[in-house]
């Protein structure tokens, strides 16, 4: 596709609940961003991926997050335990080059824990 | 102290006026210099895009960028409904990844 995919595009989990977003970048991207979107808030960094490489990760909330891109293409975010502190939106971005900080955002994933 | 400040609004202007949106930011590290537009339901969009000081035109969109008071402005000559969106201040560093965000001023035209 042209832009960034993010899949689901809603999600409801009960507390407790593992959950897995899904992001497929733009094809060629080399950098890869999650952010967290709270509700009247700007995006809030969680992790960056230069191809498959995690180059950092200072801001996801605790060790319940994990994010992965294991062939460089496509990465997922899987938050362990969900909490209700976890709504959010889930935003993925891309950019071309390391460093580039001309980033794409895909329309973003909007987890209710309940 | 939050890295980037910004006012969340709402603002609301008739059709036609000079909408001026700013931030002010604490890090002079920073020396990229963005601006999302972020519709409601929707990712945030590239507006606009500066490095350093000084001024960037792009059609009724005017970003400036004073360093050395760390003071972010966007500006929009013209305004139109479709201009009705949240936008958000995102400064970046010039070799690390990550942009950082202001909270959003939630801007509203009225026609």
């Known amino acids: 596709g042209a832009g960034v995919s993010q899949s689901p595009r809603y999600k409801v989990a009960k507390r407790g609940q593992d959950v897995a977003l899904r992001c497929d970048p733009i094809?060629?991207?080399?950098?890869l961003f999650w952010y967290q979107q709270a509700l009247g808030q700007g995006p809030e960094f969680l992790t960056y991926?230069?191809?498959?490489?995690?180059?950092?990760k200072s801001g996801l909330p605790s060790d319940r997050f994990f994010a992965e891109r294991p062939e460089g293409s496509v990465s997922t975010l899987k938050i362990q335990r969900t909490q209700q502190e976890d709504s959010a939106v889930y935003l993925c971005?891309?950019?071309?080059?390391?460093?580039?900080?001309?980033?794409?955002f895909g329309q973003g994933t909007r987890l209710t824990v309940v | 102290q939050k890295e980037v400040e910004q006012d969340p609004g709402p603002l609301s202007v008739p059709e036609g006026a000079i909408v001026s949106l700013n931030c002010t930011y604490s890090?002079?590290?920073?020396?990229?210099f963005m601006w999302y537009r972020q519709y409601s339901r929707k990712g945030p969009e590239l507006l606009m895009y500066?490095?350093?000081?000084g001024n960037k035109e792009d059609g009724r969109f005017t970003a400036q960028v004073d360093k050395s008071s760390k003071y972010i402005s966007l500006f929009i000559r013209d305004s139109q409904p479709s201009d009705s969106a949240t936008y958000l201040c995102?400064?970046?560093?010039?070799?690390?990844?990550?942009?950082?965000f202001g909270s959003g001023t939630r801007l509203s035209i009225r026609p």
């Open positions: 995102a400064p970046g560093y010039s070799s690390a990844s990550k942009i950082i």
């Open positions: 971005a891309s950019s071309l080059e390391q460093g580039r900080t001309e980033a794409f």
């Open positions: 991926f230069q191809n498959e490489a995690q180059l950092d």
């Open positions: 500066t490095y350093s000081s």
């Open positions: 890090n002079s590290a920073f020396q990229y």
């Open positions: 094809s060629g991207h080399v950098s």
